[in-house]
């Protein structure tokens, strides 16, 4: 499975950013998929992540009621809306497949997108 993450960019404080982790190669639809960030300096991060049938959605709490993780089967992408961004959300967002089942240990994802830059300026 390749993963592609887009949408990352520069966008001020309170404002919002819409990624996209599409996927090539096979289907991820039968996986579960997670967000994790990056920022310079420090380890990579959960975000969120979602079921393979889309039910059951999980989330960072320091990202709780800001982030939205939803999936589109047809166009076999899952998506992370990201709104009221703060300067800490700065980072490198990457996305990842696994087996179904929450999962927020990076180590257990076997799959892996490139990256996209995120800053939020203050």
């Known amino acids: 499975v390749q993963l592609q993450a887009s949408g990352g960019g520069v966008v001020q404080a309170g404002g919002s950013l819409g990624l996209s982790c599409a996927a090539s190669?096979?289907?991820?639809?039968?996986?579960?998929v997670g967000w994790f960030r990056q920022a310079p300096g420090k380890e990579r991060e959960y975000v969120s992540d979602?079921?393979?049938?889309?039910?059951?959605?999980y989330y960072a709490d320091s990202v709780k009621g800001r982030f939205t993780i939803s999936r589109d089967y047809a166009k076999n992408t899952v998506y992370l809306q990201m709104n009221s961004l703060k300067p800490e959300d700065t980072a490198v967002y990457y996305c990842?497949?696994?087996?179904?089942?929450?999962?927020?240990?990076?180590?257990?994802?076997?799959?892996w997108g490139q990256g996209t830059q995120v800053t939020v300026s203050s």
């Open positions: 990842a497949a696994r087996g179904s089942g929450h999962q927020s240990d990076p180590n257990k994802y076997a799959y």
């Open positions: 190669g096979r289907t991820i639809n039968t996986y579960g």
């Open positions: 979602i079921s393979p049938s889309g039910s059951r959605t």
